[in-house]
């Protein structure tokens, strides 16, 4: 049977309003209208995929290699169809009432993402995974003595005032500044990043405003940030399998800029901690948790390796992401791509071009080395994505 994939990346945004005829704010709404195609690169032959684009030749050109079919919600030939599994890129009650009314196996209806309860917005809280951060302290691991201490675990708060003691107390540390984050949000929205040691009167309305409608803000560490990776896990049946590790690149806002197209094997810029240790330390402490047991789908662990001194340190959870996600769609690109090229995924703005962008795609054996990828079609409005080799003489970015 084929699959419904539909690409909704405010979903954490959805989950926290807790309304299934949400109206999307403008950002999102836009980034889900330009980048509704990605869920093709994840997608299997057959399936359907939830996108307006009109633009022949990029269906042409990807047909043999994604035979999937570009879809509305209320296409007649969708309704008149027997589906397999809906595959939002995050569960969430708009995503689910969008689809309300297809038809969709027996084998997904009983499946824990099927429908969504108050239980499913602790999937998308910061709350929960500073929770699993937590405990993680209180497992076995070797990969432990590399790790964030204990004095220095996020800390949820719950007034303005919890939130300035953390930020004077962090103002004073070996850190000397502070993140504070909205427990629901993703991709560098709802994050503040406190450099210069200054609570303004704009960060304590953005405070005020983010626990009157949430309820708490997640308070961190600025750490000295070596380098940015995810692990990445496929939930089913109440456990959580690894899959593979990313690394992606951050703005100074936090906001995600790319992916390395690779599926690395060990830990970017750490060769003292073992990836393997790191994933079965996730995979002990996820089993018996709500991400294994009311969720099944893709997860991953955003994680950081960051300088504490004289010592290089992994934070072995930044945040979850209960859902898809840009570093699993670089990861499962890698496809595309020849082993041997530095090859860098992107999510842009249309009107600020990457060096580099301007060079045709250059193919050898079935497999890109080297120039631009574009893996969005051309009647996108402000954002793309897509795929662009460097040369280790003068990358396009660094990631």
Known sequence: ????????????????????????????????????????FLSCPGDFVVSSTRDASFVDFWRDIYPCRFVSFADRQLRGTSLGHYRP???????????AGLSFSPEYQKSPVSTFTPKHKLL?????????????????????????????????????????????????????????????????????????????????????????????????????????????????GGKATFVGLSQFSTADTGAYLGSMVKRLDAIPGFPEAAASDLAALHTAALQNTVYTQIYEGPLGIDCMVYRD??????????EINCRHSMGRLAMELS????????????????????????????????????????????DTGMFAAGILISSPASPCRQI
């Not at 082993?339 to 860098?344: M, T």
């Open 309 to 318: 001194g004289d010592s290089i340190l992994v934070n072995p959870c930044v």
């Open 124 to 236: 998308f809280s910061r709350e929960s995974s500073a929770s699993f951060f937590s405990g993680l302290r209180l497992l076995k691991s070797p990969i432990l003595r590399h790790t964030t201490p204990a004095d220095c675990l996020p800390v949820i708060a719950r007034s303005v005032e919890e939130v300035e003691q953390f930020f004077e107390a962090a103002a004073q540390s070996r850190f000397g500044g502070s993140v504070l984050k909205a427990v629901y949000g993703s991709s560098g929205r709802g994050v503040r990043i406190l450099r210069d040691c200054r609570f303004t009167p704009n960060i304590r309305a953005w405070v005020n405003s983010v626990i009157k409608a949430q309820g708490s803000v997640e308070c961190e560490y600025l750490f000295n940030k070596v380098c940015d990776f995810s692990m990445h896990y496929d939930i089913r």
């Open 335 to 378: 496809c595309l791509v020849d082993e041997n090229a530095q090859a860098q995924y992107f999510v842009y703005q249309k009107d600020r071009p990457l060096p580099g962008m301007e060079q045709k795609p250059v193919f050898s054996n079935g497999k890109l080395v080297g120039g631009f990828l574009p893996l969005t079609p051309s």
């Open 1 to 40: 049977m084929a699959d419904l994939l539909f690409f909704n990346p405010g979903c954490e945004i959805e989950v926290a309003s807790g309304l299934p005829n949400y109206s999307l704010q403008k950002h999102p709404a836009m980034l889900e209208r330009d980048l509704s195609v990605l869920p093709m």
């Open 89 to 99: 890129w995050g569960i969430s009650p708009r995503s689910l009432a969008l689809a």
